[in-house]
């Protein structure tokens, strides 16, 4: 059974960081794109973070840029999304998402829809 679990949010204060996992079962992830998506309440559902295949190239949107990273370590079958100095704005519900395509230049954009996705993990960024 194809499964993304989502792991790693929580509860943080304005600056501070959280990294996110996301662990997939009954495949393997080394010829998988994966992309981290966020929802707020209320609002669409948006990209944030993209990394192809091979790793060797990653997109992020524009207001994570310089303050998140996303990093994938195929052996342990998990790809992680880093968050540092986050904003109240980044509250939402974190999905991450895979698929067996490739995008050049790679957007989370160009590779969408992707097929396979996780239940969520809540992200709160409140002092």
């Known amino acids: 059974q194809v499964q993304l679990v989502e792991s790693g949010g929580g509860l943080v204060q304005p600056g501070g960081s959280l990294r996110l996992s996301c662990a997939a079962s009954?495949?393997?992830?080394?010829?998988?794109?994966i992309g981290w998506f966020r929802q707020a309440p209320g609002k669409e559902r948006e990209g944030v973070s993209c990394?192809?295949?091979?790793?060797?190239?990653?997109w992020y949107v524009d207001s994570v840029k310089g303050r998140f990273t996303i990093s994938r370590h195929n052996a342990k079958n998990t790809v992680y999304l880093q968050m540092n100095s986050l904003k109240p704005e980044d509250t939402a519900v974190y999905y991450c998402a895979a698929d067996e395509v490739e995008a050049e230049p790679l957007s989370c954009s160009a590779v969408a829809p992707l097929r396979y996705w996780g239940q969520g993990t809540q992200v709160t960024v409140s002092s």
């Open positions: 990394i192809s295949s091979s790793g060797g190239s990653t």
């Open positions: 009954g495949f393997t992830l080394d010829y998988y794109v």
